[in-house]
Each structure stands twice: as C-alpha cells, then as structure tokens.
C-alpha cells in the first residue's frame, strides 16, 4: 500500500477563495443573498421576549423579500434589515436572561425585607 503525496503548489490557497462577507450567501442559481436569519428570529420568539422576537421576524421577512426583488446583487436595504434581525433576535434572548434574573434578585431581596417585619 503506498500513498502517494501531491507536492504540486496550487493557487487555491483558503484566503484568495473568500469573495464575500459573512452577511452575504449564495442562495439558488448561484446568486448572492443577504441572510434573513429566519431560524435565529423564530428561536428569539421561543427563547427570548416574544414581542421582541417578533420585531426580528418582521425584519428577517423583509430581508427574504428584498432579496427576491434583488434579483442577484444584495440591496442596501437588505443588508440593514439582516442586520436589525440580528440584533432584535439576539437583544430578545438577552433580554429574557435579563428579566429572569432580575425575578430572582428581586425575591431575594423582598425575601431579605420581611425578615425585618418580625
């Protein structure tokens, strides 16, 4: 058994391959697409404050459809709807980790004040 090694130097090296930011995709037919990021607004509505999760999907939906409309080449415009739906979903599930701990100092700390009724 003999393995045999290509020494060959080649000029698809990983740096010279990377022609896109990390918002745009490659969508059907080899066209470039803004991501929606339609899983993470779904999962901040599940996960995080629902009307906060909301807000991302109604960007995300209006990032699917400004990519429709694109035809190819990613609009501005849905650049900064990808970009809000980012922030609305992950600001949702920050805010929900938020909110539960705040529950959970506010009973310690109500739980700290009755103790001085008696």
Not at 84 to 104: E, S
């Amino acid at each position: 058994m003999s393995i045999k090694m290509n020494h060959e130097p080649t000029t698809n090296t990983p740096l010279n391959t990377i022609t896109h930011s990390g918002d745009v995709e490659r969508g059907p037919d080899d066209q470039h697409q803004v991501r929606d990021y339609r899983k993470l607004a779904i999962c901040s509505i599940i996960c995080g404050l629902s009307c906060v999760g909301v807000v991302s999907l109604i960007y995300s939906v209006k990032t699917r459809e400004l990519n429709k409309k694109s035809g190819g080449e990613p609009a501005y415009k849905a650049k900064e709807y990808s970009k809000k739906t980012l922030i609305w979903a992950v600001g949702a599930m920050v805010a929900l980790v938020a909110f539960i701990i705040l529950i959970i100092l506010l009973t310690g700390l109500l739980s700290y004040l009755l103790t001085f009724i008696n």
